[in-house]
């Protein structure tokens, strides 16, 4: 297997850099090349310094934006990889059997694997989904979400299945499914982009896998960092519009989701999370 690496900047050179070090140290000779791509361009200099040329996006242009250059670098370069290993600036490959992971996307309609990820405390983050729902999402926004994360931590590894979507934090996409399903869609600017690409891929009959044969250890937490609510959720009623459930009609709930943003503004404890909240159900 021949591996494309891509990792995605926004004012985290540091992070990114050491990232990209990961990768090559973990995977060794599977990589065939790792890509950068600095979002705003700011810190274009300082990854050139880490022995990496990056593609450099003089505005932020959001994640899906970013992934999508840095793949379409890898492509124009002349390399001819089998896979894209999407890698967050946050995340960390453990030693692992990594060539007998990638070769599950070998097998008939893989389009996409991901493995079990790790919060820095060893628990399990939620690796993968299924379905989005109405209710899933009112629940989210009235903050059952982030209580029952923080309560609940298991360090139980549920086994390899097929799911609806994995987590974009570390994902592998097979090279040719990538060209049949087309690019993700820069229409999300930070979340949920690889949820759509991997429900987008499943209606044309290809499999996602989750197989915690390797894993990652992943910073970023379960919850919506304070101050990103906007594009979360503009993200996730995109995402319920184009996959989820049937009942209702646009507007029936866009009007829920917002009544149960301000539920959970006005439950939070945190100001940024309360201002992040309101702001998120006036953008809706």
């Not at 943003?261 to 309101?278: E, K, S």
Request: charged share 25%; with cysteine; proline share 5%.
């Amino acid at each position: 297997m021949r591996i494309g690496v891509v990792v995605v900047n926004y004012r985290s050179a540091e992070a990114t850099l050491a990232a990209a070090r990961n990768c090559r140290s973990v995977l060794g000779p599977l990589v065939e090349e790792i890509v950068l791509v600095d979002n705003g361009g700011e810190e274009a200099d300082r990854l050139e310094g880490g022995g990496e040329t990056p593609v450099v996006l003089e505005r932020n242009e959001g994640f899906a934006a970013g992934v999508n250059a840095g793949i379409d670098r890898i492509l124009s370069s002349g390399s001819r990889p089998d896979a894209f290993l999407l890698v967050n600036p946050d995340v960390r490959l453990r030693i692992g059997s990594w060539p007998a992971w990638f070769g599950r996307l070998r097998e008939e309609r893989v389009a996409a694997i991901g493995p079990c990820v790790r919060r820095l405390d060893g628990s399990v983050q939620k690796s993968f989904y299924n379905k989005i729902s109405l209710s899933g999402l009112l629940l989210e926004a009235v903050g059952v979400h982030r209580w029952w994360h923080r309560i609940r931590r298991t360090y139980v590894v549920p086994p390899a299945r097929e799911v609806g979507a994995v987590q974009g934090s570390c994902l592998a996409i097979d090279a040719e499914a990538w060209r049949v399903v087309g690019p993700f869609d820069p229409e999300y600017f930070l979340y949920h982009e690889e949820t759509d690409w991997c429900f987008r891929a499943r209606r044309l009959g290809y499999n996602i896998l989750y197989d915690p044969l390797v894993e990652v250890d992943h910073e970023g937490g379960d919850e919506v960092p304070a101050g990103r609510e906007v594009p979360y959720y503009q993200g996730a009623l995109k995402l319920l519009e184009r996959f989820g459930e049937s009942k209702g009609d646009q507007g029936q709930r866009k009007r829920f989701l917002k009544a149960a943003l301000r539920c959970g503004a006005a439950l939070a404890g945190d100001p940024r999370r309360r201002q992040g909240l309101i702001r998120a159900a006036e953008m809706l």
